[in-house]
């Protein structure tokens, strides 16, 4: 498989560019091989971007790709504004590049299929979906998680697309990113936030399943959530004490007898709460300290400046136990997390 470093790397090739410029790259039939393609980058797509790094070909085609070439998939005006606008700086994201003058999405398809073609891209490189270009591992990833997410969370996903969710809900279980695109009510940004939630926090769901690996033996432990049912938890009833206390929620979202909390959660008390759980199983200690730090980067590039809903409840099924939840979900893409810490005599 083809690993593309970046579009940047012809830049230099770029500053004599014009209508019927022949000398951009060496060969009008492939594109450049630079040692950095051989490296293996990240499979999942980890940072909100909208070019897949298996899908970086397509950025390339646009920066490297003669005139001529260029008119064999995209109208000649098109092709002069690209051609023009490349001149002055590389297109560096797809976005980047529908901002030229008559590129919209039937034009970016058009470049991926050239793109694809011309073997700047391969089967690793999924396409165009919706305003980004997903790899193979993303669709993977994307429909598992659409095909597994309970009500809540895909709702908290798409907070703006309340039918998209429904539909999805609807129609599932999908077998490609595609099907998922065309679903009624999916658009750019609902997609955006589907990828996103499918592929951003590997490493912190890492971290938690480590976490959740380490064995009790029946008298503590912790479990640690990236996709989970918040509603069920923070609604269910307990026998011998129900203490509860929730913020940030709709009034129809309360659960019964809570307490309502007037602020939101803030990143520092979501760190909190996950460094406890860890610590709580001496994770720092059985945790490999790699796992540990790139979960809590991870989880920290997640959460700066964003604000939570949520509950914190403690609960007891009986005098001889007690378990304590917290739960936070962002107010704005859905990302959420939960803990909970248990101690029995």
């Known amino acids: 498989m083809r690993r593309l470093g970046t579009a940047l790397l012809a830049v230099s090739m770029l500053a004599a560019c014009g209508p019927g410029t022949q000398a951009e790259t060496p060969s009008e039939s492939a594109p450049s091989t630079p040692a950095v393609e051989q490296q293996q980058a990240p499979i999942l797509t980890q940072t909100n971007v909208d070019v897949a790094i298996e899908c970086s070909g397509i950025l390339e085609f646009a920066n490297t790709a003669t005139y001529a070439v260029l008119d ?41 299929g050239g793109a694809r073609t011309l073997d700047y891209i391969d089967a ?58 065309d679903t009624a009510g999916i658009g750019d940004v609902s997609f955006r936030n589907i990828r996103n939630s499918a592929t951003l926090s590997r490493p912190l769901e890492a971290l938690f399943a480590a976490v959740n690996a380490i064995p009790s033996n029946g008298s503590y432990g912790a479990t640690t959530l990236r996709h989970f049912d918040w509603w069920n938890i923070a609604s269910a009833g307990h026998a011998y004490r129900d203490d509860k206390t929730c913020f940030g929620l709709e009034p129809s979202s309360v659960p019964s007898g809570a307490a309502i909390r007037p602020n939101l959660a803030d990143a520092a008390e979501v760190r909190a709460a996950v460094q406890n759980a860890v610590a709580y199983v001496n994770g720092n200690t059985l945790i490999p300290a790699s796992v540990r730090t790139a979960g809590y980067a991870n989880l920290d590039s997640l959460i700066a400046g964003r604000s939570f809903k949520g509950c914190i409840i403690t609960y007891e099924n009986d005098p001889w136990s007690r378990n304590t939840v917290h739960i936070y979900v ?7 997390v939960m803990t909970e810490t248990w101690w029995a005599e």
Request: hydrophobic fraction near 40%; charged fraction near 20%; charge should be negative.
């Open 330 to 336: 962002d107010t704005v893409n859905g990302f959420s």
């Open 72 to 112: 064999r998939y995209l109208p000649s005006n098109v092709v002069t504004n690209i051609v023009n606008r490349r001149a002055t700086a590389p297109f560096t994201s797809l976005a980047d590049l529908s901002s030229v003058s008559l590129v919209g999405p039937t034009r970016l398809k058009q470049i991926e």
């Open 124 to 181: 690793d490189c999924v396409g165009i979906l919706d305003g980004i270009a997903i790899s193979r591992d993303d669709q993977t990833a994307i429909v598992a998680l659409v095909n597994s997410i309970d009500d809540s969370e895909l709702h908290d996903v798409l907070p703006d697309a309340w039918n998209g969710a429904v539909n999805l809900l609807n129609t599932r279980p999908f077998t490609t990113a595609q099907q998922i695109a």
